[in-house]
Nanobody, 127 residues
């Protein structure tokens, strides 16, 4: 079992930056694929970014086209925490952002691949 708790959301202005945090407890997530998804009002949940372990302390990252170049996913294994930094925020980035874990270590861009989810944190970007 792993418990994921997101934080860092809020109301920001367009072009601002923010950093979301996902604190995990219950087990180490160092071997898990960790991802961020988001869901805007009236829309389906969509993939934002993922971090998958290749071996040792080497991870590969993947980003949705909509955030590529503006987002960075990182992890601090000693703190069992994953971060999502986003800059040049747009009103279209407004959504509830969810952290997810695939404890099998696979995990891609499909939400069905992830078995643990946080409750989400709201990000609202005003124009």
């Amino acid at each position: 079992q792993v418990l994921l708790v997101e934080s860092g959301g809020g109301l920001v202005q367009a072009e601002d930056s923010l950093r979301l945090s996902c604190a995990a407890s219950g087990r180490s997530i160092s071997r898990d694929t960790m991802a961020w998804f988001r869901q805007a009002p009236g829309k389906e949940r969509e993939f934002v970014a993922s971090s998958r372990r290749l071996g040792g302390n080497v991870y590969t990252t993947n980003y949705a086209d909509s955030v590529k170049g503006r987002a960075a996913i990182s992890r601090h294994n000693a703190e069992n925490t994953v971060y999502l930094e986003m800059n040049s925020l747009k009103p279209d980035d407004t959504a509830v952002y969810y952290c997810a874990a695939d404890t099998t270590g696979g995990g891609g861009s499909l939400d069905s691949e992830y078995d643990y989810w946080g409750q989400g944190t709201q990000v609202t970007v005003s124009s």
